[in-house]
């Protein structure tokens, strides 16, 4: 699992994200000088600094390269979560602290996900036996009927 990413890093990455499609230091100097002062060279040290540590992939163009994420920021998340998580001594626990700090809207976006990775659901088989004292329907298992000459089991079905 790749460390987190520092703040400079995350705000880069947020952009290439974002776009989803091949960027240039420039397109992000640009846009992130509309929230902080920050030079070309150092934007370019960071997305170099992203493209060793496999973050970002680039390509040539002229003298220039082109920046393009190699995961999503869902895939990065993820990592980071399930980092954290492989580090607890009680797995189960984390979890349900985990679950105990979210939002609703976060619990329904879990339920979502679960269901999405579950794939369709399909009938639960019958329970065979009884449930809360009654007794459910079973199909009988199919087998020929004795021919003739069988022996009786002498019981009642």
Do not use: C
């Amino acid at each position: 699992m790749p460390r987190p990413l520092g703040e400079l890093e995350d705000a880069v990455m947020t952009r290439v994200w974002k776009w989803n499609r091949p960027v240039t230091v420039r397109e992000v100097l640009e846009d992130l000088q509309q929230e902080r002062s920050i030079a070309y060279t150092t934007v370019m040290t960071v997305l170099d600094n992203l493209h060793q540590k496999g973050w970002v992939r680039r390509e040539s163009e002229g003298r220039a390269y082109r920046y393009e994420a190699v995961s999503t920021r869902a895939a990065y998340a993820a990592a980071l979560m399930n980092d954290a998580w492989s580090q607890s001594d009680n797995p189960a626990a984390a979890l349900v602290a985990f679950f105990g700090m979210m939002s609703e809207e976060q619990r329904q976006a879990l339920r979502d996900a679960i269901r999405i990775v579950q794939g369709p659901e399909t009938p639960a088989p019958a329970p065979e036996t009884p449930a809360q004292g009654r007794e459910t329907p079973t199909a009988e298992p199919e087998t020929p009927p004795p021919g003739p000459g069988a022996a009786s089991d002498g019981g009642e079905r």
